[in-house]
């Protein structure tokens, strides 16, 4: 089965039912995506096809029709994605387990809506746990990102001042 990943065209032999999460790690060495629950319940798989977010853990990889874009082609260390930026800025992770499938579904969310508020993100979000709790800082790491795509002045707030 042929799959473009990140921009690069990849062939691979495994069985029509295999998870993308799997052909990813383990044929790939892809490993941004985690595995958490393994039935698309947690999030930490999240990864885009054609751009919108799917749990790559029970997603089969037979079904995927296009581009697969995970964590490690949203940006680069030298060129991160704003929502990788803001992720920084507001420093969000704590253990990190979570984070790359939180910023693929921020990224898909500001890629639909570039204002989301307070609700809109819970509801974008609401299929990606975070043991740690950050989702105070996700939302406002989720709104700098739309401001820093759209141009707009966005400024690092204090951890007093996001956690008030």
Do not use: F
Request: aromatic share 4%; proline share 5%.
């Amino acid at each position: 089965m042929k799959l473009k990943v990140n921009g690069q065209e990849h062939e691979v032999e495994v069985a029509a039912d295999m998870p993308l999460l799997w052909v990813l790690r383990d044929e790939l060495g892809i490993k941004g995506p985690k595995y958490g629950c393994g039935i698309a319940m947690c999030g930490a798989c999240t990864v885009h096809v054609n751009g919108k977010p799917v749990r790559s853990c029970s997603y089969p990889a037979s079904a995927v029709q296009g581009e697969v874009t995970t964590i490690e082609g949203l940006g680069t260390p030298d060129a991160m994605h704003a929502v990788q930026q803001a992720w920084v800025d507001h420093q969000v992770a704590q253990c990190g387990y979570c984070q790359s499938g939180q910023i693929m579904a921020a990224a898909a969310l500001i890629a639909t809506n570039s204002q989301p508020n307070d609700a809109e993100i819970d509801t974008a979000l609401a299929g990606n746990l975070c043991r740690c709790g950050t989702y105070p800082r996700i939302r406002a790491a989720v709104k700098s990102a739309a401001k820093t795509i759209q141009g707009r002045p966005s400024d690092k707030p204090s951890v007093d001042e996001e956690l008030a």
